[in-house]
Nanobody
Framework: QVQLVESGGGLVQAGGSLILSCAAS????????MGWYRQAPGKRRELVAT???????NYEDSMKGRFTISRDNAKKMVFLRMNSLKPEDTAAYYC?????????WGQGTQVTVSS
């Protein structure tokens, strides 16, 4: 059973930074893709960034240059560093892992950016 636990969300002023962390437990098989998605109230869940076990990254266009995804495969963790945060970045951020055995989600961590 794969479980994902996010941490690091909170309240930050516009222009500030946050680092989100996600710790996975259970069997994480390679190849896999770990990443972050977000969902604002009344909106669909959208891609933030993903990183494959081979270190290939993919970012949603509006987040390129502000957000950086990284991972520690030995610790089964994925991180998201968010700089220059904007009020429109306010959302619940979800960790995700996709692999042959399935697609798994964390419970989410709230990020609120005040203007």
């Amino acid at each position: 059973q794969v479980q994902l636990v996010e941490s690091g969300g909170g309240l930050v002023q516009a222009g500030g930074s946050l680092i989100l962390s996600c710790a996975a437990s259970g069997n994480i098989f390679s190849p896999n893709t770990m990443g972050w998605y977000r969902q604002a109230p009344g909106k669909r869940r959208e891609l933030v960034a993903t990183m494959t076990s081979g270190s290939i990254t993919n970012y949603e266009d509006s987040m390129k240059g502000r957000f950086t995804i990284s991972r520690d495969n030995a610790k089964k963790m994925v991180f998201l560093r968010m700089n220059s945060l904007k009020p429109e970045d306010t959302a619940a951020y979800y960790c995700n892992v996709r692999m042959v055995s399935g697609n798994y989600w964390g419970q989410g961590t709230q990020v609120t950016v005040s203007s």
